[in-house]
T-cell receptor, first 119, second 119 residues
Framework: AQTVTQSQPEMSVQEAETVTLSCTYDTSESDYYLFWYKQPPSRQMILVIRQEAYKQQNATENRFSVNFQKAAKSFSLKISDSQLGDAAMYFCAYRSAGREGGTASKLTFGTGTRLQVTL | EAGVTQSPTHLIKTRGQQATLRCSPISGHTSVYWYQQALGLGLQFLLWYDEGEERNRGNFPPRFSGRQFPNYSSELNVNALELEDSALYLC??????????????????FGEGSRLTVL
């Protein structure tokens, strides 16, 4: 079974600074997706960024980028130029791609990192 | 385009009662997932339905059950409610596991959740 680990329960960053959230995962598969979701106090889960395992290039979405290290099974999220609106719970998640003869699976989440943004 | 919708937004029940939560997926999505998010805990996978069938089930007792209707909407039933069932229940949808899924993004789209309080 796949597991996702987020070792930082809380992080804090000053506005306009850069912060990196850590995530490691465990899987025996070679083809999968990794995601970072954001859950603000409004509680709706919002996709921040996604990475396909067979793509070596790290995904970027505006101020958000990832450092995907497949061999190390590491998937960290970097937020540049942090804004007050970035304050939220951030969840790292794994999903099998289901292209290896199996069925695409559920999303497995880490326990989350609460990000505070200070002035 | 309408997103994933859940009802009710809030639900208050007493111990021993039954709760029914509903979810309508994004148009064109055939997979529906249910997650439980208890206070201070991460997202725990409950159930996954695709094309009307239960595809996977998390480590929850049988009093958690659900179904998916022909229009792909879904309901989650929780019988014999216990205090620890108090949580935010999130529904998500995605493209199904048939051919078109392989060209999809792998992303799950979430609703705003139903807050269940058991007194």
């Amino acid at each position: 079974a796949q597991t996702v680990t987020q070792s930082q329960p809380e992080m804090s960053v000053q506005e306009a600074e850069t912060v990196t959230l850590s995530c490691t995962y465990d899987t025996s598969e070679s083809d999968y997706y990794l995601f970072w979701y954001k859950q603000p106090p409004s509680r709706q889960m919002i996709l921040v960024i996604r990475q396909e395992a067979y793509k070596q290039q790290n995904a970027t979405e505006n101020r958000f980028s990832v450092n995907f290290q497949k061999a190390a099974k590491s998937f960290s999220l970097k937020i540049s130029d942090s804004q007050l609106g970035d304050a939220a719970m951030y969840f790292c998640a794994y999903r099998s791609a289901g292209r290896e003869g199996g069925t695409a699976s559920k999303l497995t989440f880490g326990t989350g990192t609460r990000l505070q943004v200070t002035l | 385009e309408a997103g994933v919708t859940q009802s009710p937004t809030h639900l208050i029940k007493t111990r021993g009662q039954q709760a029914t939560l509903r979810c309508s997926p994004i148009s064109g999505h055939t997979s529906v997932y249910w997650y439980q998010q208890a206070l201070g805990l991460g997202l725990q996978f409950l159930l996954w339905y695709d094309e009307g069938e239960e595809r996977n089930r998390g480590n929850f007792p049988p009093r958690f059950s659900g179904r998916q209707f022909p229009n792909y909407s879904s309901e989650l039933n929780v019988n014999a409610l216990e205090l620890e069932d108090s949580a935010l229940y999130l529904c998500a949808s995605s493209l199904g596991t048939s051919g078109s899924w392989l060209r999809g993004t792998g992303e799950l789209f979430f609703g705003e959740g139903s807050r269940l309080t058991v007194l």
